[in-house]
């Protein structure tokens, strides 16, 4: 795999990215809205082979392609499944021409000062060994903010910017995703500090890799334009976030260099009961849809 084109698509390529990491808590939930009921599984390791055969339906659709689609964010057992007999980043990178990343985060902490930490992750260096192994390109580490607390969106960034240093010391290219929940009470004045963190964060970063930053799309258009042009920033992707994939398109058509970085606008529609062609046809008009928010701006 070349990482050098890989970083070539990802620093100038128009396209987004497409992220299919849901792991065990979001699970459930992914597959009900699929068509797939509790009742049809009984234990973890078959509700997550019935997720795996939900993303290989969606990475083997005719319409997912890098023609439109930079990149997708697995999760740990995505990267380590197979597309038939190929491993699926080689079959993303080598057959679609879409980069992968890697989920590498192990959920959240009780909210504490308004906000979510990650939980350590104890076995990250061999992760890392694993997903450098097969071709993984960068990761992606989430925490969340619930409430504009400065202390607490501090202690976010602080976090997110230490495990990005680990994991680009490694030769990958970390993903930040400090989210502000779009549900929050103050979640204009949260992005504002979370803003003004990660300028500092980056100001200061040491070394000379870049880093991605994955946040809520804000509610002042083109908050993030000066991180978008940073020097240290590879790219700044939107998530969806809950919003319908119509209102997440329109909110991100008002960032400028914002790419997305969608889960459930992505999927919203597809079903278990549709044939090949319908899925497809459904995957396609999200896919252009997300493209053309992502790099046509009003």
Known sequence: MSIAQMRKNMSENAGFIAALDQSGGSTPGALRHYGIPDS???NDAQMFALMHEMRVRVVTAPSFTGKKILAAILFEQTMNGLVKDTPV????????????????DKGLEAEAGGV????????????????????????????????????????????????????????????????????????AKAEALLHDELHR???????????????????????????????RVQRVVALSGGYSR?????????NHGMI??????????????MTDAQFDAALATAIDQIYKASTQKS
């Open 116 to 187: 979510q930490l990650m939980k350590p992750i104890p076995d990250l260096e061999a992760l890392l060994d694993q997903a450098i192994k097969k071709g993984i390109y960068g990761t992606k580490a989430r925490s969340v903010i619930h409430l504009a607390e400065r202390n607490g969106v501090a202690a976010i960034v602080k976090q997110q910017f230490a495990l990005a240093q680990q994991v680009a010391e490694r030769g990958l290219v970390p993903i930040m995703e400090p989210e502000v929940l779009i549900k929050s009470p103050d979640k």
């Open 89 to 104: 980043p080689t079959f993303l990178w080598q057959d679609r021409g879409v980069v992968p990343f890697l989920k590498v």
């Open 246 to 254: 119509d209102e997440a398109c329109e909110r991100l058509a008002q």
């Open 40 to 42: 049809a599984y009984s």
């Open 201 to 231: 964060g980056l100001d200061a970063l040491p070394g000379d890799y870049q880093v991605m930053i994955k946040v809520s799309i804000p509610e002042k258009p083109d908050l993030y334009l000066d991180l978008v042009k940073h020097p």
């Open 260 to 273: 997305a970085s969608f889960s459930r606008a992505l999927l919203e529609e597809l079903r278990c009961t």
